[in-house]
């Protein structure tokens, strides 16, 4: 990572792109000689899932829920690559 003044204007740098919010970042970041590599990707809180919804619905599939006793076994073997 790179030190000094030209890290603080690194840092300005990616604060004006930050606060623009547009999607031209990376013809910014090509126009000016920098990479998107010179800067430390923050941790984003999107990615934690929320307190209140249980770990279950992120680890399944999305789309409705079906009990197991509707679903045919031909269907299961055919959705999950054993037919």
Do not use: H
Not at 15 to 23: P, V
Not at 43 to 58: F, I, M, N, T
């Amino acid at each position: 990572m790179v030190e000094g003044p030209v890290r603080r204007q690194l840092v300005c740098f990616a604060e004006g792109i930050r606060e623009k919010r547009t999607f031209d970042v990376r013809l910014e970041l090509a126009e000016s000689g920098l990479s998107a590599l010179d800067f430390k990707p923050a941790k984003s809180r999107r990615l934690r899932p929320a307190r209140d919804v249980p770990k279950q619905a992120y680890t399944e599939r999305a789309g409705p829920k079906v009990p197991e006793a509707v679903v045919p076994a031909a269907t299961k073997k055919l959705a999950y690559g054993f037919g």
